[in-house]
Structures are given as structure tokens and as C-alpha cells.
């Protein structure tokens, strides 16, 4: 059975309209409970099972009931996986979403003053340029925003730390460590991760070299500004000295990004050099068509995690809980050989 307000005032003996003060996430001239009343009211209201009606909260403040999602415009399976997670923990929890799709600042910055103009108190959000450094005038909306009401989850933020907002996030060293632990089991001699010089593949290239020094293990890291075209020639460059210097089975090869184990595999046709034989090759995620007969072992990144566990936290903060940071590691699968 639903907990009402009007249950509460029956079971501690305070008027419908104490409670509803109490139960309020606003404080203020009109809300002048003392914090003792606030906290023994919410006490047993938590102990009735009471849940806050979001909806009926947002029509009395004139407030559209709706969760604002801001996301990348990517295209294929990760961002699937993440507007999927997102949607069933709303359909769980009763929460409407309006998706955005842009990571410019000028589009973020309107999509900051959008939610606040409309009075929507819950956002979902990847933050743009935050891997090149905050920016001042996004900075000051966000805090904005959430000094109104507004009520903030962001999605992997890095190492930068929003105070009071939380964030769900990758582990990116994680994914390189288990890259590390695959290519160790295959007994393999040498190790080359290729990145691209971004915060993010760096971050899992760095995560795969700690791993392998711990253990008295150098690894050649090759870094390529990209994805550009031209970066690609570079990338086949650097493996086929690889392919030509390395004995049978000796190289391990981390692939940070699919794309750049696609070419590595490309050249590996052309030199008829077999991977799982000649070569072991580690690759991320999946975002590029397939690599051929062979398909690579893989970090995978939770994004269908990162979103559901994304808003079942807001919804925990819409309902004035407090919530941390949470950081979730990716998972290797296995390679698979069609031929």
C-alpha cells in the first residue's frame, strides 16, 4: 500500500501541512521547522516506506516533470547501452526523460538554461571540453542550476571533482591492467600499447604500462594524435616493425581504441601474420565494423551500468539522500577465430 502524507500526520500526531514542510526538500522563511521536528518527522516517514511523488512535487512547484539526459552524439553499441541502462532505471523508478545529443559548449549552455528556465529539477549529463579544462562560464551555470533545486549526476567526469555533484565513471587504468594480465597469460615477451595522446587512452595505456612495471615489466607505449586520417599510417607503420622484429608469439600488442586494432589487424592480413599465433593483440570496446576472421579479446566498458546505476542516483538525490562518486571497471571477453 502507498504511504501518504496524510499516514504520516496520523502516526506522529503533527498537521498535513508540518509533514508536508518537513518531507519538503526546500528550506526557507515558509519552512521554519526546527531540525529536530524535520529529522524525527523524515525518520518515520522512512520507516512507514514512504516515497516521495515526484510528479505531484513538480506540478505543485509549476515545474515540468521531467529528467534531462545530455549525451554525446555517438553512434553505435556504447551509447546504445547507455541510453538503454538510463531508460529502464527511469521506467523503474517513474521518471520521464528528454535526451540531448551534443557535447559543444554553446549546445550545453543552453541546455543548462533550458532546464532551469523550465524549472525541471534532475539532469543526466556528460560535461563537453572537460577533459581540455573546465569552462568558467558552464562552471557558473551548473552551480547556478543546482543552487535553484537543480539536482545533478554526471557522467565520466575524470579526475575532476564537481563539489556536491557526483559522478559515475570508468575505471580507464583498470582496462589496462586487465589488458596487461590477458597478454601475460599468453606468455608473451614484449608489449606495445598503441593510444591515441587523449586524456582517455592515455589513461588506459598508463594503467596497462604501471601493471607490467610492477612486475618488472617495460612496455613500449605509442602514442598518435587522433583519430585523424593521417595518424593511420603511422599506426600500420609501427606495427609492422613489430610483426618483422618480434619472434612467433612474443608481442603483445594493447589496441586502446577498436579502431586502432582494426588497422593493426589489417596490416597483420597483409603480412599474413596470424594473430592468437603469430601475435597477441588486445583491443577496446566494439565501435567499428568487424576486424575479419578473427575477432580480438576486448575491454568492455559498463555502459549500460553507468546509466542505470547514473539514475538511480539522481533519483536518490531528488529524494534528498546523499550520494557519492562511483567508479565501475570494465570486463575483458574473449577473442574468437572464425577461420
Not at 44 to 54: C, E, L, V
Not at 257 to 265: C, E, N, R
Amino acid at each position: 500500500m502507498t504511504v501518504k502524507q496524510k499516514d504520516i500526520a496520523l502516526k506522529t500526531g503533527f498537521s498535513l501541512a508540518v509533514i508536508s514542510r518537513a518531507l519538503s526538500s526546500e528550506k526557507g522563511k515558509s519552512n521554519n521547522l526546527s531540525e529536530e521536528t524535520r529529522e524525527h518527522i523524515r525518520d518515520i516517514a522512512s520507516q512507514m516506506g514512504y516515497k516521495p511523488n515526484y510528479h505531484a512535487s513538480c506540478l505543485r512547484k509549476g515545474k515540468l516533470p521531467v529528467i534531462g539526459v545530455f549525451l554525446p552524439p555517438w553512434k553505435g553499441y556504447l551509447i546504445c547501452e547507455l541510453i538503454m541502462g538510463i531508460s529502464a532505471a527511469a521506467d523503474k523508478c517513474g521518471l520521464p526523460l528528454n535526451f540531448h545529443f551534443d557535447m559543444s559548449l554553446d549546445s550545453y549552455g543552453k541546455f543548462i538554461d533550458s532546464m532551469k528556465g523550465n524549472g525541471n529539477s534532475g539532469i543526466i549529463s556528460y560535461v563537453p571540453k572537460l577533459c581540455s579544462g573546465p569552462n568558467e562560464e558552464i562552471i557558473n551555470k551548473i552551480i547556478s542550476y543546482k543552487a535553484d533545486g537543480g539536482k545533478i549526476v554526471f557522467l565520466n567526469t575524470l579526475d575532476y571533482n564537481f563539489e556536491g555533484i557526483p559522478s559515475v565513471n570508468v575505471s580507464e587504468e583498470h582496462g589496462g591492467k586487465l589488458a596487461a594480465e590477458y597478454l601475460l597469460s599468453k606468455n608473451c615477451r614484449h608489449f606495445h600499447a598503441f593510444y591515441f595522446t587523449s586524456a582517455i587512452y592515455t589513461a588506459r595505456a598508463n594503467g596497462f604500462s604501471k601493471y607490467l612495471e610492477e612486475r618488472g615489466i617495460k612496455a613500449e607505449l605509442k602514442g598518435f594524435f587522433g583519430p585523424k586520417p593521417g595518424d593511420y599510417k603511422e599506426i600500420i607503420k609501427a606495427a609492422n616493425m613489430i610483426f618483422k622484429k618480434a619472434p612467433p608469439v612474443s608481442a603483445g600488442i594493447f589496441a586502446t581504441a577498436d579502431v586502432i586494432s582494426k588497422y593493426i589487424l589489417h596490416e597483420a592480413a597483409i603480412n599474413r601474420t596470424v594473430p592468437g599465433k603469430d601475435f597477441h593483440i588486445v583491443s577496446y570496446d566494439k565501435t567499428v565494423s568487424e576486424n575479419g576472421p578473427y575477432e580480438p579479446p576486448r575491454i568492455i566498458q559498463p555502459f549500460y551500468d553507468i546509466g542505470y546505476n547514473a539514475l538511480i542516483k539522481l533519483n536518490s538525490i531528488i529524494e534528498n539522500k546523499e550520494e557519492k562518486n562511483e567508479i565501475l571497471n570494465p570486463f575483458l571477453t574473449p577473442g574468437v577465430s572464425y577461420v
